[in-house]
Each structure stands twice: as structure tokens, then as C-alpha cells.
């Protein structure tokens, strides 16, 4: 059992560079989501899916779009990194919606630079 | 003021030393999830609680709703629990999870 699948665990970009970062899971999870981490701060929330076709903002969207491919995937795109963007970014997953009253699992995460 | 306060920040100790970390929070919640990220760092939940205690295996984690206080105990430390422990709370006034900035344990043998 897999859990959530993140690729890639290494990336750095030129500015101005784009990329997509996959996320997969494997435990028919409704809700999925988008995290980035960066020293000295806790976890912000980039996007969210409550379920299958739905997406919507968290607290640091600007320069990123994500796709819910289906119940499995959430993608999540940088259009046009920036140095800002160097960050460590997590996907993760719950059973429930957005109560978070459901325990999050996580993948092993994705350093990315953007010089 | 952070709404969610985690002490200490660093935290070292021999191996079997008894650990406690704090979490404060400021905000009203229906839940708080203590979570580890180990040094590879990959992030695991440990405990999602909204009242009482909860314990699993060497860890136990305790939660005071009227005080706004959490505590996650390790007893007998070891080497392996070295890692960064978070805490996050479920905020029902703003819907969201938010998360402290992680305290860093190291147990040296």
C-alpha cells in the first residue's frame, strides 16, 4: 500500500521555468491538498480538493494552478517559477472534506529551487 | 502573536529520558493533530485528538480544550525518535488547519 505518491523529490528550475508536480494516493481518499514548507514557518496551504472535480484556494495561491485529475491525482503547476517558490512542497490526503477531523497523510515531499 | 505556539523549539535529551512537548493555541478548534517529520522528511500522523488523551505505544498525547494546551509525551526516548513534531489545529472560525512551526528533538544514545 503506497499511500501518496509525489514526484519528483528533486527539482530546480531556472526563473521563468515551469513544472508540474504529481501526486498520487491510493486509499480512495475524497479530499486532497496542497502544502508548502519553508524554514521557520508551519505548513501553508497552496490548493485543495474536498473531492473529485473541485478545487479552491488556500492561503499562498498566487503562481500556482492544480488540476484534479480524478480521485487519485492532484496536480499542482508552477506556470513561471520564481525564486520565491524555492520551497519544500508536500501533497496530501484525508478520508473527510475540509472538517479535517480525519487524519492527513502525506507524501515524502518535493524540494524545489528556483534559481 | 502565532495562533498556534510550539515550545521548545529545539529540544535535546539522553536516550530513555522522559520528553514532553508543548503546543498553545488561540483560536477555537474541533480538532489538533500532532504529526512527526522525520529527517528524510517525510511527515506522519501520529494523533488527531479533541479531548481527553490518546496513547500509542511510547507516545502519548493530551489535550485541554478550556486552557487551549496540548502535550505530546515520548517515554523512554530513543535514538529513532529524533525528528521534527508539529502540531496543528483545525480552526472552526476560519475553516482551516494551521500549523506551528515544529519542534526539533534529537535523542543522542
Known amino acids: 500500500n503506497a499511500g501518496v505518491t509525489q514526484t519528483p523529490k528533486f527539482q530546480v528550475l531556472k526563473t521563468g521555468q515551469s513544472m508540474t508536480l504529481q501526486c498520487a494516493q491510493d486509499?480512495?481518499?475524497?479530499?486532497m491538498y496542497w502544502y508548502r514548507q519553508d524554514p521557520g514557518m508551519g505548513l501553508r496551504l497552496i490548493y485543495y480538493?474536498?473531492?473529485?472535480?473541485?478545487?479552491d484556494k488556500g492561503e499562498v495561491p498566487n503562481g500556482y494552478n492544480v488540476s484534479r485529475l480524478n480521485k487519485r491525482e492532484f496536480s499542482l503547476r508552477l506556470e513561471s517559477a520564481a525564486p520565491s517558490q524555492t520551497s519544500v512542497y508536500f501533497c496530501?490526503?484525508?478520508?473527510?472534506?475540509?472538517?479535517?477531523?480525519?487524519?492527513?497523510?502525506f507524501g515524502n515531499g518535493t524540494r524545489l529551487t528556483v534559481t | 502573536k502565532n495562533e498556534v505556539e510550539q515550545s521548545p523549539q529545539n529540544l535535546t535529551a539522553q536516550e530513555g529520558e522522559f520528553i514532553t512537548i508543548n503546543c498553545s493555541y488561540s483560536?477555537?478548534?474541533?480538532?489538533l493533530h500532532w504529526l512527526q517529520q522525520h529527517p528524510g522528511g517525510g511527515i506522519v500522523s501520529l494523533f488527531m485528538?479533541?479531548?481527553g488523551k490518546k496513547k500509542h505505544g511510547r507516545l502519548i498525547a493530551t489535550i485541554n480544550i478550556q486552557e487551549k494546551h496540548s502535550s505530546l509525551h515520548i517515554t523512554a526516548s530513543h535514538p529513532r525518535d529524533s525528528a521534527v513534531y508539529i502540531c496543528?489545529?483545525?480552526?472552526?472560525?476560519?475553516?482551516?488547519?494551521?500549523f506551528g512551526t515544529g519542534t526539533r528533538l534529537q535523542v543522542f544514545p
Open positions: 496530501a490526503s484525508s478520508d473527510q472534506g475540509m472538517s479535517y477531523n480525519s487524519p492527513l497523510h
Open positions: 486509499m480512495n481518499h475524497n479530499s
Open positions: 485528538l479533541s479531548s
Open positions: 483560536v477555537g478548534i474541533s480538532a
Open positions: 496543528a489545529v483545525d480552526s472552526y472560525n476560519t475553516d482551516k488547519l494551521i
Open positions: 480538493s474536498a473531492s473529485e472535480g473541485t478545487t
